[in-house]
C-alpha cells in the first residue's frame, strides 16, 4: 500500500527500505514459530508445508497481480497493502497470544545458549547456503531474461515455466518429504539437491535451445529445491534450543536476503563480460562447490557418529 503513494526516488527509497525492514523481519520470527509448533517428528514436513504456503500465494499473486495491474496499478497497491493488513487480524486472531504464552516454560538457567556465530559448523553451514542461494535467485531474475533475449521465447511461455515450478513444489513437495524424511540424513538430500541444480544451470549451455530443455532444467532446479531447502530447515532447527532458536534463524535468514543483493550484481556483470554462457557455467561450478561442500559435512557428521558411538 506504501508503495503506491512514493512519486520520487528518495521516498521511494525510504519506502523500500521499511517494507525490506518489515518483510526481513518476518522471516526469522516465522521460522522460529515453525519450530516451536512441530516437534522432531514433523519438523521437515512443517517447513515443507510453510514453503507450500509460499508457493501456492506466489503463483496466485502473481496471476491476481497481473490482472490488477492490466486494470489500475493503484489498484495493485491497494490490494496488496489491505491483504497484508488481513493477514495479520487473522494471525492475531486465530493465535492469539495469550494461547502462546501458555505452550512457553519458563526459562532454565541451568542451560548454557550456544551463540550460532561460535558454532562453526554451522557457520560453514551458512556458507554454502549463501553460495546455493546466490544461485538459486538467479532462476528468477536472470533465467526469465536469458529466455527472452537469447532464446526468443514468448512471455506467455516463460510465465508458464515460471509457474510450472510454484505448481510442482504444490503438488509434489509434501508428498516428497513425507516420504523422504527420516530415511537417510538431511545433509544426503541437501548436497543431492544442490547437485541437481548444478547441473541445471550447465545443461544450458550444453543442451540445444528449445522448450523441452528449458522445461528439463525448469524440472531439475525446482527439484534441487525441493530437495535441499526444507532439509536446510531441519538442519538449523537440530542446533538449536529454545533459548537460541531466533539467533540461528536470523543468521539463515541473513544469509538468503545477502544472497538476494549479491545474486543480481554477481550475475549482471558476469553476463556484461561474458555474456549468459560464462554465467551458466559459473553457477554450475558455484553450486558443484556448495553441494561438495555439504557432502564433506555429511562425511564429518559420520565420522562423529562413529566415535560417539565407540
Known amino acids: 500500500m506504501l508503495i503506491g503513494f512514493l512519486h520520487s526516488f528518495a521516498i521511494l527509497a525510504i519506502g523500500t527500505f521499511v517494507l525490506s525492514l518489515c518483510n526481513e523481519s518476518f522471516r526469522p520470527a516465522n521460522s522460529t514459530a515453525v519450530a516451536h ?77 550456544t551463540s550460532a556465530y561460535k558454532d562453526k559448523t554451522y557457520l560453514l553451514f551458512i556458507v554454502f547456503a549463501t553460495m546455493f542461494a546466490m544461485c538459486f535467485y538467479q532462476f528468477m531474475i536472470m533465467q526469465p531474461v536469458f529466455f527472452k533475449i537469447d532464446w526468443h521465447f514468448s512471455e506467455r511461455f516463460i ?93 539463515y535468514s541473513m544469509s538468503w536476503s545477502a544472497a538476494q543483493i549479491i545474486a543480481p550484481f554477481f550475475g549482471s556483470n558476469l553476463i556484461y563480460y561474458g555474456g549468459f554462457e560464462l554465467l551458466w557455467w559459473v553457477l554450475g561450478g558455484v553450486s558443484f562447490l556448495s553441494a561438495v561442500g555439504y557432502y564433506f559435512m555429511h562425511l564429518a557428521d559420520k565420522r562423529q557418529a562413529v566415535i560417539h558411538s565407540v
Open 37 to 113: 509448533y512441530s516437534d522432531g517428528t514433523n519438523q521437515t514436513r512443517s517447513y515443507s508445508l510453510n514453503r507450500l504456503a509460499i508457493n501456492l500465494g506466489w503463483a496466485v499473486g502473481g496471476g491476481l497481480g497481473g490482472f490488477l495491474a492490466s486494470v489500475n496499478y493503484h489498484l495493485l497497491f491497494w490490494v496488496d497493502g489491505c491483504s497484508n493488513i488481513l493477514a495479520a487480524i487473522l494471525l492475531l486472531t486465530l493465535m492469539r497470544r495469550s494461547s502462546v504464552k501458555k505452550t512457553i516454560k519458563k526459562p532454565d538457567t541451568t542451560i548454557v545458549k
Open 159 to 251: 510465465g508458464f515455466l515460471m509457474a510450472l515450478n510454484g505448481l510442482l513444489i504444490v503438488a509434489i513437495e509434501m508428498v516428497m518429504i513425507h516420504k523422504l524424511e527420516g530415511k537417510r540424513p538431511g545433509l544426503v538430500y541437501i548436497y543431492c539437491g544442490v547437485a541437481l541444480g548444478s547441473i541445471g544451470y550447465v545443461l544450458l549451455n550444453i543442451l540445444p535451445p528449445s522448450m523441452t530443455t528449458a522445461v528439463i532444467v525448469v524440472l531439475l532446479i525446482t527439484f534441487s529445491e525441493m530437495f535441499a531447502m526444507p532439509f536446510m530447515n531441519a538442519f538449523w532447527i537440530n542446533r538449536t534450543t529454545p533459548h537460541n532458536r531466533g539467533e540461528y534463524a536470523a543468521l
